[in-house]
């Protein structure tokens, strides 16, 4: 998979795309769309990289490391190829590649399991134990701990603002909130516009159009202030316990570090939140980084939000194209962001009739696993 930056010249008319929701993924597949060809309009209320969306923040964490799933590993590779494209189209690096750290808890096979498969495949990997970690990151303490070369950080707040005047630059046109959605038009405070297909990418508001089988669970974070480390900082990784669903991302930029946990929270929706993080939660995520990081036992808290998972019951994606030829791509589950711009080709092939590189059945909307009871906490 390659992409070229410069547009082909039409030899029929373009097809007119909409795509609804304007987060990483609708902007991801709104330039892929463009670099194919297609004329396209993008719809949210919020210029891109603001409002109450899930890809506002200042630090996501990229992995390859999947267990044994040998699919999801696969596609990591081929986003962070694309990540390292839209790099170089930037001229930025928008990987910040400090590794990915999966602690081995008594008990947990996870992290031994991904330090398999990533050696099987020939994927930079080590298993480390107490003294190696604390000799690489000075300060930081687990037992055993699988480390994912390829792992880091990425950032919305950098990536988004980058995304937005690009696509402006290459036609794309932005308008308001999306009022009612078909497969062939869209209804907005400027009335009804025809297209020849329209993608839905809008995340926690997608249950206002269809029938999606997907939970919206409320997530908490909190970030701790961790400039005490100076320049260690920069090299931390990203760390994380399985079991626990505990993860730590490090974002040098503003010298924080964010704690949370992966494992779906109580239902919720962005619309009317109070973004309020309970004490209780707050305390548990101070524990899990005080384990890990003994100095930052009394870090002072810089910020407190929360965020929303659309998630399924298997943690898989929604990537599929409806009866009626919408095309959809939701239920991200808390770890769609490193995929974005596999997804943004994905959802533009469909759009387009063009095949996919990625097994589609595995995604599809229909799969009997999304309905019944919840399968994964998280992958």
């Known amino acids: 998979m390659t992409y070229t930056t410069s547009l082909p010249k039409p030899s029929k008319p373009m097809p007119r795309v909409a795509v609804v929701g304007g987060g990483i993924m609708g902007g991801m597949t709104a330039a892929s769309l463009r670099l194919k060809g297609a004329d396209v309009t993008l719809f949210d209320p919020h210029p891109m990289g603001t409002g109450p969306g899930a890809s506002i923040d200042t630090g996501r964490s990229f992995r390859v490391h999947y267990g044994q ?24 690096n928008l990987l910040h590649g400090t590794s990915k750290v999966l602690v081995e808890k008594a008990g947990d096979a996870s992290a031994k399991e991904s330090w398999k498969a990533m050696r099987r495949l020939g994927l930079p990997a080590d298993r480390r134990g107490r003294e190696e970690l604390a000799h690489e990151w000075p300060g930081f303490v687990a037992d055993m701990a699988t480390i994912d070369r390829l792992g880091g950080v990425l950032d919305p707040s950098d990536i988004l603002p980058r995304l937005s005047p690009w696509l402006q630059k290459r036609g794309v046109r932005f308008k308001g909130a999306a009022l009612d959605v078909s497969s062939q038009w869209v209804a907005s405070a400027e009335g009804k516009e025809m297209f020849d297909v329209v993608v839905l990418t809008a995340g926690a508001w997608t249950q206002q159009w269809l029938d999606v089988p997907m939970d919206v669970t409320r997530q908490e974070l909190v970030y701790f202030d961790a400039g005490s480390l100076g320049s ?61 990081l003994p100095e930052l036992s009394e870090a002072r808290v810089m910020r407190r939000y929360v965020c ?15 009866d009626d030829g919408m095309v959809l791509g939701c239920g991200f589950s808390g770890h769609g962001f490193k995929f974005a711009p596999l997804i943004g080709e994905t959802l533009a092939n469909m759009a387009l009739g063009r095949p996919s590189d990625i097994p589609l059945d595995r995604f599809s909307a229909h799969r009997p696993s999304l309905r019944g009871e919840l399968s994964k906490l998280a992958v």
């Not at 503003?254 to 009317?272: C, E, F, T, W, Y």
């Not at 929303?308 to 409806?322: A, K, N, V």
């Open 69 to 92: 799933d040998e699919t999801l590993m696969a596609m990591a590779l081929q986003a962070r190829r694309l990540w390292e494209h839209w790099s170089q189209e930037w001229g930025t």
């Open 232 to 292: 260690r900082l920069d090299a931390l990784p990203v760390f994380s316990n399985m079991a626990s669903g505990f993860y730590a991302i490090p974002t040098a930029k503003d010298g924080r570090i964010k704690v949370a946990n992966h494992h779906p929270g109580p239902s919720g929706h962005p619309d009317g939140d109070d973004r309020q993080v309970a004490p209780e939660f707050e305390a548990r995520a101070r524990q899990f980084l005080s384990l890990h």
């Open 308 to 322: 929303f998972y659309s998630g399924t019951s298997d943690r898989d994606f929604i990537l599929d194209q409806m």
